[in-house]
């Protein structure tokens, strides 16, 4: 069958590919050749204002419009000479000469591609689509994801919530409050995600510079590569490799990018289960169909499908971090194949994003089943009254309290009261503890 989104294999390509196609600008095959074509195409630059050799101003600009207009054309026709090299860098080399010599630059071809080896392209290539990935895509679709949450706990901030510690109740809380605790988490993750710089290799064949040093061994060729890749291409290149990057710090963004997915599993989880006990309920859909069986559904499937994407992102990332730092002696050939799909992941967590906003779109708050809750638990104000004995120096609170309510049915105001009217206390205190309900039991929090 023809490929279409209909007979992709991956969802990611086919039933999902509306809302992740975008991503094919950082992780595709026509991507992965337009960036290595990019990184040649600067380094020929570069070795231009080095003073190697010359360009006329006309070459430049014949230069930059082979990145500028850049096509699936042109990204066919390297497939097509690697189909005869059997080498993708190569090709790409072979067809920036082919470019060179359109633009009257054949004698200075052989500065193409000069000195290198293919990862010290495919090692710059990647990082900088990842680089680029990660600050145009997946920051500001994680910060807006997390702002939005920030906006409904400041919405909720008031809203009195029992909490549930074992799937118990538990002292009451507020939910502006238990959704700030994911604001924060994830905050707190993202900023590691930043902290980590995105690293690039570039040294020759087995990262010393060989070839370079001996066609020109008065050279600083260290300083050379340096300035090239911090100050050209933007990343930080390693000093010390092999033929490859080390991927030490690809491994820590995917790591950071697991915790800030698990971080969303916690929520989808905690979301699904409020709504489960009918805090939430959700807004439905003219035409929609919760169930094929029964009409009354009205399923949480925008979090169910969430964690789904969530889980095969993070088992994704789990072999990617695992694998890509370790490489037999100066390198092996295991990074190749898994770097090529550094895109499933992402497009996973976005597709997952995504479903979590469209989730927490639809939510409407059901405070009478929160109130109603809180409610049938007077229960849960007993440590509160015990606190406050324990601070008037009165006999076994604590054991007192536990006798009234542990495991027992049928606490309610009447019942509270009733204690404390029996307690040998002063009148004052009894009216303090007869102000504690429920609702107003909620402890301080910082102001958000």
């Known amino acids: 069958m023809e490929l279409k989104a209909l007979t992709a294999i991956s969802p990611i390509d086919g039933r999902y590919r509306h809302q992740v196609q975008h991503l094919d600008e950082y992780f595709s095959e026509f991507a992965l050749i337009k960036y290595r074509v990019l990184v040649e195409v600067e380094y020929v630059r570069f070795l231009a204002d080095k003073k190697f050799f010359s360009l006329t101003a006309a070459q430049k600009k014949a230069l930059q419009e082979v990145c500028d207009n850049f096509s699936v054309e042109d990204a066919l026709k390297i497939k097509d000479t ?88 538990a002292s009451p809380t507020r939910l502006g409050k238990e959704i700030m605790v994911f604001v924060e988490r994830i905050g707190n993750q993202v900023e590691q995600v930043i902290q980590v710089p995105v690293t690039a290799k570039f040294g020759g064949a087995t990262g010393n510079f060989n070839a370079h040093a001996v066609a020109f061994p008065d050279k600083d060729w260290v300083t050379f590569g340096n300035e090239f890749v911090e100050g050209v291409l933007g990343l930080q290149r390693q000093q010390f490799t092999t033929q490859i990057e080390h991927y030490d710090n690809l491994a820590a963004h995917f790591d950071a990018m697991k915790r800030i997915n698990n971080i969303l599993i916690d929520l989808c989880r905690d979301i699904w289960t409020y709504i489960s006990m009918e805090y939430f309920k959700q807004r439905t859909l003219k035409g929609e169909i919760g169930s094929s069986a029964m009409p009354h559904k009205v399923n949480p499937i925008d979090f ?39 895109g499933v992941p992402f497009a996973h967590i976005i597709l997952a994003i995504k479903s979590i906003e469209k989730g927490l779109s639809k939510l409407v708050l ?82 958000f």
């Open 82 to 169: 690697e189909k005869i090299t059997n080498h993708d860098v190569k090709a790409v080399e072979y067809f920036l000469k082919e470019k060179m010599a359109a633009m009257d630059a054949e004698a200075i071809q052989e500065w193409v591609h000069f000195g290198l080896t293919s990862q010290d392209i495919n090692n710059t290539a990647i990082p900088l689509s990842w680089k680029q990935a990660i600050e145009i895509e997946y920051l500001p679709a994680v910060l807006n994801f997390n702002r939005q949450l920030e906006i409904l706990a400041t919405d909720w901030k008031e809203v009195p919530m029992l909490a549930h510690t074992h799937g118990q109740p």
């Open 304 to 342: 169910e499908n969430a964690e789904g994407n969530l889980g095969i992102a993070n088992a994704l990332l789990e072999h990617l971090a695992a694998k890509l730092p370790v490489s037999r002696l100066q390198r092996d050939l295991t990074d190749s194949t898994v770097l090529r799909n550094i």
């Open 366 to 447: 059901n405070s009478n089943a929160l109130n109603a809750d809180l409610e049938d638990n007077w229960a849960v104000v007993a440590e509160g009254i015990q606190t406050i004995l324990r601070r008037e120096n009165y006999p076994q609170p604590y054991e007192a309290l536990k006798e009234l309510t542990r495991g027992k049915n049928g606490i309610n105001q009447e019942s509270i009261h009733e204690f404390i009217d029996g307690l040998k206390v002063s009148a004052s205190i009894k009216k303090e503890l007869k102000k504690i309900t429920p609702q107003n039991y909620t402890g301080v929090n910082p102001e």
